[in-house]
């Protein structure tokens, strides 16, 4: 084996399912042994541990598209780490790496679940957002679900998040009109003015969101990207177009709802048929085949400086949970990371 792995590894289990939005209280931090890496494996130390809205579904409770996490369970999360000892051909100590490593400091990997990063596309954090799974939804779930056409009006909600900014500038590479919504005067500044969208709503700030609406999309909605759900996607809904494509990537409207509690709102069915609309949704692991298409296009883009990306960082893997809670209510801007440990390329 190559390298040493002494010492003590720090890791965040659940200590009990939470009770609408995630409290530190929730999470419970653990001191293991450091893990050793066996045939196959790698031993990684964690630079940037992913956080995502999908682990608030995780340790709901709720039957899902995924295995949960019970309590007393290692919390689930991508990260980036840095390979610190090896006993996989492939990689050597000082690879850089991303895979589902979780809320850890350190883990031992099976080789075949990492994906090795080249620090010289891109600053290695981009392997949890633009150049990671967030990047993969925004382009599948826009260009193969939504199939949208130069000069169709794209709307995306969660506009500044780590999806919506990749999808809305996406859309404006393919001719679109593209309109965001985001919750504050400075996330949609940000869409507006650095990312090139045509226009934001700040749904936190206007009193008739389908009026604002309205004036940023006058010829009304041909795709709506959905990234949040609940009365803001009623509202959409209300404006679609004849042949309008709807694509269900998030409802994190109601992540935080209690168990048994209903989402309502309107009966969107007729809107679908009159518009002979479709509705779709979508899972980002159903593409996994084709990730490296989507991969290498952004990172093209972003070469070209017409993809840019924005990312939030919080220190140190003890602020884990409560990261969590900014991504479920919006204190996020951008893709949301915890440093976990130094970044030897930064
Ligand atoms: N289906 C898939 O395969 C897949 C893959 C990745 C992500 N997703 C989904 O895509 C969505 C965006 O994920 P992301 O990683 O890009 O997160 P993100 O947008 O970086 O962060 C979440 C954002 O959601 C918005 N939000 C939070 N609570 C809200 C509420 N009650 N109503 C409206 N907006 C709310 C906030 O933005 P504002 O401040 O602008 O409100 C917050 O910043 C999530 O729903 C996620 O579950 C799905």
New binding site residues.
């Given amino acids: 084996m190559s390298s040493s792995s002494a010492g003590e590894a720090r890791r965040f289990v659940l200590a009990a399912r939470p009770q609408g939005m995630p409290k530190p209280g929730d999470f419970r931090l653990e001191t293991v042994p450091m893990p050793e890496p066996r045939h196959g494996e790698a031993l990684v130390r964690v630079i940037y541990l992913s956080i995502?809205?999908?682990m608030r579904?995780r340790i709901s409770g709720i039957a899902s598209y995924a295995k949960g996490v019970d309590p007393g369970d290692l919390m689930v999360g991508g990260a980036v780490g840095e390979v610190v000892a090896s006993n996989a051909p492939g990689l050597k100590p000082g690879d850089f790496v991303e895979g589902p490593i979780g809320w850890r400091s350190h883990a031992a990997m099976p080789a075949g679940l990492l994906r090795k990063l080249d620090p010289s596309l891109a600053p290695i954090s981009t392997a949890n957002g633009v150049l990671g799974?967030?990047g993969m939804?925004a382009y599948f779930?826009l260009l193969d679900v939504c199939e949208p056409r130069p000069g169709d009006t794209v709307v995306v909600?969660?506009?500044?998040?780590?999806?919506?900014?990749v999808v809305g500038q996406i859309a404006r590479i393919g001719g679109c009109r593209v309109v965001g919504?985001?919750?504050?005067a400075k996330?949609c500044a940000y869409v507006t003015e650095e990312l090139g969208f045509d226009a934001a709503v700040d749904?936190?700030a206007v009193n008739d969101l389908g009026a604002a609406l309205k004036a940023a999309a006058p010829r009304g909605v041909d795709v709506y990207f959905d990234?949040?759900?609940?009365e803001?996607s009623d509202t959409v809904m209300t404006q679609i177009n004849l042949r309008a494509r709807i694509v269900?990537?998030?409802?994190?409207?109601?992540?935080?709802n209690l168990p048994g509690q209903a989402d309502v709102g309107p009966r969107q069915l007729r809107r679908l048929l009159v518009n002979r609309a479709r509705i779709q949704?979508?899972?980002?692991?159903d593409f996994n085949q084709r990730y490296p298409e989507a991969l290498a296009r952004i990172a093209d883009w972003i070469k070209e400086g017409r993809i840019k990306y924005r990312e939030?960082f919080v220190d140190g893997l003890e602020n884990a949970p409560d990261a969590l809670a900014?991504?479920?209510?919006?204190?996020?801007?951008?893709?949301?990371n915890v440093r976990v440990g130094h970044d030897p390329t930064r």
Avoid: E, H
């Fill in positions: 995502d809205p999908y579904g799974m967030p939804t779930a909600s969660a506009a500044s998040g780590a999806v919506g900014q919504i985001a919750g504050g996330k749904y936190k990234n949040v759900g609940g803001i269900v990537c998030g409802t994190i409207s109601s992540y935080n949704g979508f899972l980002v692991w939030d900014a991504v479920l209510c919006g204190r996020n801007f951008g893709k949301m």
